[in-house]
C-alpha cells in the first residue's frame, strides 16, 4: 500500500477503509462475520471500510488476525496508519460551528491535487473575500449569534489557505454569471469581490470561468457540484454534492463519468480565461 506523505487524515481513513475491505473480500470474510469478530456490527464495518469513523487500533488489529495477515512489517504499516489517520486535522478547533458532514470535506478538500467546482448560487467558497464570506454566511445562520458568524467566517478564510502553500492543488472553477450578477453585501462587497476573482486569475494553479448568460440552459442545471481528485492512486476520484444539511459522496465509476462528462461540457461553453476578466471588469462596471 503507498501512501502519499501529504495525505490528510481524511484520506488516510479512506485510504485504509478501502486496504481493509479488499482484505477482507480476498478472504471471503462477510461484514457480518467481520462485525461479530470485533464486538461490532455490519454496519461497523461498512462505516470503517467506507473511512467515515476514527478507527480503534484493536479492531484493526483484529481484522488483520481474522483476513490472515501475519507478517508483522505489513502489520506495522497499517497500524502506523491507523495512527496517522486518527490525528485531528486543524479544522477540529472549528468542530463547534463545522457540521460532521462537512467535516469529510475539509478533510477531502486538504488531501485533493485537483478540485473542479461549478457553483450557479454563490462565489465558491475559497475564492470569497472576508467581506462576501460574511454577507453568505449571515444570510444563511438566522438566528446565528455574531461570535458564531465570526467562528464561520474564519473557517472559511483558513481553508482558503491551500491554494497559497507550494503543494497547492489546480482549482478550477466555472461560475453561473447569475452569482456574480447578485449583489451580495451590498455594491461595495460585491466590486471587491469581483476584483478579488480577477487578482486571483494571476495565480498559476487557479483558472476560473463564467457560464454567461447568453447561453441559455446548460447541462448542470441541477446545481453545484465539486470533482476531488487525488495524488494517491488508490483513492478515486471523488463528487461532492452539498444539500441544505447534508451532502453526497460519490466515487462509484458511473457517477463520477457522469459529473465529469458535464463539467467538461460546462468547461467548453464557458468564457476562456482571458474572456473570463472581460466579462468580470464588465460586471464591475456595472454596478
Excluded at 481474522?66 to 502489520?75: M, S
Excluded at 478515486?236 to 444539500?243: C, L, N, S, T
Amino acid at each position: 500500500m503507498q501512501i502519499q506523505p501529504g495525505s490528510g487524515p481524511t484520506a488516510l481513513r479512506i485510504l485504509l477503509g478501502a486496504q481493509l475491505r479488499r482484505l477482507r473480500e480476498d478472504k471471503g470474510v462477510s461484514r457480518d462475520e467481520a462485525g461479530r469478530f470485533i464486538r461490532g456490527s455490519e454496519s461497523k464495518i461498512s462505516r470503517m471500510e467506507l473511512g467515515r469513523v476514527s478507527f480503534k487500533e484493536r479492531d484493526v488489529a483484529d481484522l488483520l488476525t481474522l483476513y490472515g495477515v501475519k507478517d508483522e512489517k505489513t502489520r506495522a504499516v497499517v497500524m502506523g496508519l491507523v495512527e496517522r489517520a486518527n490525528e485531528p486535522g486543524w479544522w477540529h478547533r472549528f468542530s463547534d460551528v463545522l457540521p460532521a458532514w462537512f467535516q469529510t470535506y475539509v478533510g477531502l478538500e486538504e488531501a485533493a491535487t485537483r478540485i473542479r467546482t461549478y457553483e450557479v448560487q454563490f462565489v465558491p467558497g475559497l475564492l470569497q473575500t472576508k467581506e462576501y464570506a460574511r454577507a453568505v454566511i449571515t444570510a444563511g445562520a438566522v438566528g446565528a449569534v455574531p461570535e458564531e458568524i465570526a467562528r464561520r467566517v474564519d473557517l472559511r478564510l483558513e481553508r482558503q489557505r491551500i491554494l497559497d502553500g507550494e503543494d497547492s492543488p489546480l482549482f478550477w472553477a466555472v461560475i453561473d454569471e447569475a452569482a456574480l450578477r447578485r449583489p451580495i453585501g451590498g455594491v461595495d462587497v460585491m466590486r471587491g469581490q469581483i476584483q478579488h476573482l480577477i487578482d486571483l486569475m494571476n495565480q498559476p494553479n487557479v483558472t476560473i470561468q463564467v457560464i454567461p448568460f447568453s447561453y441559455g440552459g446548460h447541462a448542470a442545471e441541477g446545481g453545484a457540484f465539486s470533482i476531488l481528485r487525488f495524488a494517491d492512486p488508490e483513492l478515486p476520484d471523488i463528487v461532492y454534492v452539498e444539500q441544505l444539511a447534508s451532502a453526497l459522496y460519490l466515487d462509484k465509476r458511473e457517477e463520477l463519468d457522469r459529473y465529469i462528462e458535464v463539467m467538461e461540457r460546462l468547461c467548453a461553453v464557458s468564457t476562456t480565461p482571458a474572456e473570463t476578466v472581460d466579462l468580470l471588469q464588465r460586471i464591475i462596471a456595472d454596478l
